[in-house]
C-alpha cells in the first residue's frame, strides 16, 4: 500500500541510501525492485536474503491491472527460475483511523497473490508506532474477531509492530528466515497455464474494475438526470418568463385602451360642455334681442 513505508523498511535493512523513499502519499515504487542484504539470525547464522519492493495497489499513477501485470510477470519469471519466497511482509499504517477502501482493496489482493494456503508465510505488520502514543497491544480492531486481519491470523499469519528502527526491521526478518519457501498462488495458477485475468487476483481486479465501471456508469447517470432537471428548469423559467412578459404586455395594451377610453370620454363631455355652453349663449343672445325696450328718445 502507498505511504506505509516499504522503501523505508527495505532502506533501513539494507542501509542503501540509493533506495528511493516517497514523500507523503505519493508512490515512489513503479516497479519491482530487490534489494540484498545479510542477515545475521539469533543462532548466529549469516543468510543472503532478497528484498522485494512492489508498488502498491492504490498507486498514484499505476492502474490495478497495471500492477497486477507486472506483479504477475515478475512472480512468473521467478518460478520459472525455481526461485521460491521465503515469506511477505505485509505492511498497514497504524495511524490510519480505519481501513479505506485502497486499504482493503489491497488486502484482498494480497491474499489472491499469496493464496490461503500460504498464510503461514505472512507477517501482517502495522507501521508509523513511532509517531503515535499507544499501548503494546493496540492495533486497531484489526485482530479481533470480525477484524480485516482475524481471518488471516487463524489460517496462520502473525503480526508485530514496527517503529522505524532497523532492530525493529530486523526482528522481522527472524520470523521468516525459518519458514519453507512457497510458491504463491498467483505462481501456480499461472503455471498451470492461466492467464492473469483467470487467476484469482485477475478476476479480483476484473471484480474492481466492473466496480468502477459500475459507479461511473450511475455517476454518468445522476450527471445527465442533474442535466434533464437543470434544462427542464430552465425551459420552466424560460416559459414563466415569456408568461410573465405576456401577462405585462396584456397589462400594459389594457392601460393604453383604458387611457384611450377615457381620453375619448374627455373629449365628449368637453365637447357636450361646448355645446351647451353655446346653446346657453345662443338663448342669452335671442332674449336679449327679442325684449321690449324700456325708454325710447327722440
Known amino acids: 500500500m502507498t505511504g506505509v513505508g516499504k522503501s523505508t ?3 533501513n535493512l539494507t542501509e542503501d541510501d540509493d533506495v528511493k523513499i516517497g514523500a507523503g502519499l505519493n508512490s515512489c515504487t513503479k516497479d519491482v525492485k530487490t534489494a540484498k542484504m545479510v542477515h545475521r539470525a539469533a543462532d548466529g ?5 532478497y528484498l522485494v519492493d512492489t508498488p502498491g495497489f492504490d498507486d498514484t499513477e499505476l492502474s490495478d491491472s497495471d500492477i497486477l501485470s507486472t506483479l504477475a510477470n515478475w512472480l512468473s519469471l521467478q518460478h520459472e527460475r525455481a526461485l521460491k519466497l521465503s515469506g511477505l511482509i505485509y505492511l498497514h499504517r497504524i495511524t490510519d483511523d480505519r481501513m479505506t477502501g485502497s486499504a482493503v482493496r489491497n488486502l484482498i489482493m494480497m491474499r489472491n497473490l499469496c493464496g490461503e494456503e500460504n498464510m503461514q508465510n ?9 509517531t503515535v502514543v499507544a499501548e503494546e497491544n493496540e492495533h486497531g480492531g484489526l485482530l479481533a474477531p470480525g477484524g480485516f486481519w482475524h481471518g488471516m491470523i487463524q489460517q496462520g499469519a502473525t503480526y508485530t509492530q514496527y517503529n522505524g528502527t532497523t532492530e525493529a526491521a530486523t526482528a522481522i526478518i527472524d520470523r521468516l528466515i525459518h519458514q519453507a519457501p512457497i510458491y504463491l498462488a498467483i505462481q501456480q495458477e499461472l503455471s498451470q497455464g492461466k492467464s492473469i485475468n483467470e487467476t484469482a487476483a485477475g478476476q479480483a481486479v476484473f471484480t474492481e474494475m466492473e466496480k468502477k465501471a459500475l459507479e461511473l456508469q450511475l455517476a454518468e447517470e445522476e450527471l445527465r438526470r442533474e442535466a434533464e432537471r437543470m434544462a427542464e428548469q430552465a425551459a420552466r423559467s424560460a416559459e414563466l418568463l415569456a408568461e410573465e412578459g405576456r ?3 396584456e397589462l400594459l395594451a389594457a392601460a393604453q385602451r383604458e387611457a384611450e377610453a377615457m381620453q375619448r370620454i374627455q373629449e365628449e363631455e368637453r365637447q357636450k360642455l361646448q355645446e351647451s355652453i353655446a346653446a346657453m349663449e345662443a338663448q342669452v343672445s335671442q332674449r336679449r334681442r327679442s325684449r321690449s325696450p324700456d325708454c325710447v328718445v327722440m
Open 122 to 130: 505472512v507477517v501482517l505488520v502495522t507501521t508509523r508506532w513511532e
Open 247 to 249: 401577462r405585462q404586455e
Open 45 to 49: 547464522q549469516s543468510y543472503d536474503v
Open 9 to 11: 523498511f527495505i532502506r
